[in-house]
């Protein structure tokens, strides 16, 4: 190829459309979190109950080991195992915190800093950018669901020397963290999306998710009718975790129901960010 003389010339190149235009807003937003103070902390602390339960399968295929006995009875099969873990008060609760401290500021500071024209900008649909942003707090949310679930299930096949978990157990422990992550995450963005104040977000988000518990004991309290549990976040994920893996409890009968609130909610939540970033870009 001839060298050009100094001048303008014809662009030869060519123009391609990218099919994930949101890609740069997930890898940086990725790194900012991690960057954040406390991160190590959090993260080190959301691993806690897989570590936890590791040693437990681990005990529960080595019957001379007389340890954890507790833990052990509780997770004689693979349902109970599963929705035990997945269930419990310390990971829901690691979970929400994990929500408001990845997702809070996501689209708050954009609110904050005015940054919306930047975005939209280039060659980004708004649906681009709320993908963007809601990668992000995803891949926390299931870096501390779905991939310790996973390597559960792997551990119990090594440990026991046979594949013993069952088809039913291997799907509902890869639908139920998606679900649950995708309700969490869509709450921390919808919620981060209508404050310019990252703080107050923050706070939103907890108390949103404290609220809906405290508010469905009291009129549970009052009436005397489990329909109101419905109410809660938290007795939603815990029905559905029994219904998802088979097990019985006391509101098990409600599980599919808590799964549809779930799913509906999460579909609410996004229909309510994509409404605010629209009006926010107008």
């Keep these: 190829m001839p060298i050009r003389e100094k001048g303008y010339y014809n662009w030869e190149g060519e123009l391609k459309t990218s099919p994930i235009k949101w890609l740069p807003i997930f890898v940086n937003g990725i790194k900012s979190v ?5 991160s190590k902390l959090l993260f080190a602390t959301c691993a806690f109950p897989f570590l936890i339960f590791l040693v437990a399968v681990y005990v529960a295929t080595k019957p001379e080991l007389k340890m954890m006995t507790r833990l052990v009875k509780e997770i004689q099969n693979d349902g109970l195992l599963f929705n ?6 310390f990971l829901i ?87 649950i992550s995708l309700f969490l995450g869509s709450l921390s963005i919808m919620l981060s999306s209508l404050s310019s104040n990252s ?57 599919f129901v808590a799964g549809c609130i779930l799913v509906g909610l999460t579909i609410l939540f996004f229909a309510i960010i994509m409404m605010r970033i629209k009006r926010v870009e107008v």
């Design 34 to 38: 991690y960057k954040k103070k406390y």
């Design 93 to 179: 609760f690691m979970m929400v915190i994990m929500g408001l401290f990845a997702g809070a500021e996501l689209i708050s500071n954009d609110l904050k800093f005015k940054s919306f024209t930047f975005y939209l900008s280039r060659p980004l649909s708004r649906l681009d950018y709320v993908k963007g942003k809601f990668s992000i707090v995803l891949f926390y949310l299931l870096a501390f669901t779905l991939v310790p679930g996973l390597l559960l299930i792997i551990a119990k096949i090594i440990f026991s020397g046979e594949f013993s978990v069952s088809l039913n157990i291997l799907l509902a422990a890869i639908i139920f963290p998606i679900v």
């Design 199 to 255: 703080r107050f977000a923050m706070v939103m988000i907890f108390v949103v998710y404290v609220m809906s518990n405290g508010i469905a004991q009291m009129f549970h309290g009052i009436f005397k009718n489990t329909s109101f549990l419905f109410l809660s976040f938290d007795s939603n994920i815990r029905n559905f975790g029994k219904f998802v893996f088979g097990t019985q409890g006391e509101f098990y009968t409600h599980g």
């Design 84 to 89: 035990t873990y997945y269930t419990n008060g």
